[in-house]
T-cell receptor
Framework: AQSVTQPDIHITVSEGASLELRCNYS??????LFWYVQSPGQGLQLLLK??????LVQGIKGFEAEFKRSQSSFNLRKPSVHWSDAAEYFC????????????FGAGTRLFVKA | DTGVSQDPRHKITKRGQNVTFRCDPI?????LYWYRQTLGQGPEFLTY????????KSRLLSDRFSAERPKGSFSTLEIQRTEQGDSAMYLC???????????????FGEGSRLTVL
């Protein structure tokens, strides 16, 4: 069965500093991988996704993520964090098993300090 | 594109009462998903529809929960005889999936928050 682990419950970074959020997945085949962001009072929004091809994917708002099959990881990065990036970030894995089901990690809450 | 809308946004009810949530997906989307999110957790899959057919239900979905998507448009999620453990945010998402062309991207509504007293 699919599963996603986000080891960090929360992370605090200074504005302008770089960011890396960790994600490890478990899935028997090549996964579809996603990062979503949830800001307070808002619905989840897709930041980026990986299906195949180049293992470094670019997303919205200056985010990128790298798929590493050998480590079963899909870490999210941003070179310079802005105060508006403070939110909850969810890594997710999707699988084509008959239908298409997406399983989410528990999330990492990002705090940005001035 | 008006996005995914959910109603009501907030519902407070007493234990034992029935509640119903409605989700209106993006109009051309053929798949509709229900998730539940509790504090400090990620969304947990409950069920999904392809058009009007309910294709999968999670073990989390007890027999007190029922979901429908008549005519493949809006969907309702009903919880009967609510319990305090049902208190959560209920999220609806939709997607457009065609055979051989799966984007996998889910478009979420803002959720319906249920509080059971």
């Amino acid at each position: 069965a699919q599963s996603v682990t986000q080891p960090d419950i929360h992370i605090t970074v200074s504005e302008g500093a770089s960011l890396e959020l960790r994600c490890n997945y478990s899935y028997g085949a090549t996964p579809y991988l996603f990062w979503y962001v949830q800001s307070p009072g808002q619905g989840l929004q897709l930041l980026l996704k990986y299906f195949s091809g180049d293992t470094l994917v670019q997303g919205i708002k200056g985010f990128e993520a790298e798929f590493k099959r050998s480590q079963s990881s899909f870490n999210l990065r941003k070179p310079s964090v802005h105060w508006s990036d403070a939110a909850e970030y969810f890594c997710a894995v999707g699988a084509l098993t008959g239908g298409f089901k997406t399983i989410f990690g528990a999330g990492t809450r990002l705090f940005v300090k001035a | 594109d008006t996005g995914v809308s959910q109603d009501p946004r907030h519902k407070i009810t007493k234990r034992g009462q029935n509640v119903t949530f409605r989700c209106d997906p993006i109009s051309e989307h053929n798949r509709l998903y229900w998730y539940r999110q509790t504090l400090g957790q990620g969304p947990e899959f409950l069920t999904y529809f392809q058009n009007e057919a309910q294709l999968e239900k999670s073990r989390l979905l007890s027999d007190r929960f029922s979901a429908e998507r008549p005519k493949g448009s809006f969907s309702t999620l009903e919880i009967q005889r609510t319990e305090q453990g049902d208190s959560a945010m209920y999220l609806c998402a939709s997607s457009l999936d065609r055979a051989g062309s799966h984007t996998g991207e889910l478009f979420f509504g803002e959720g319906s928050r249920l509080t059971v007293l």
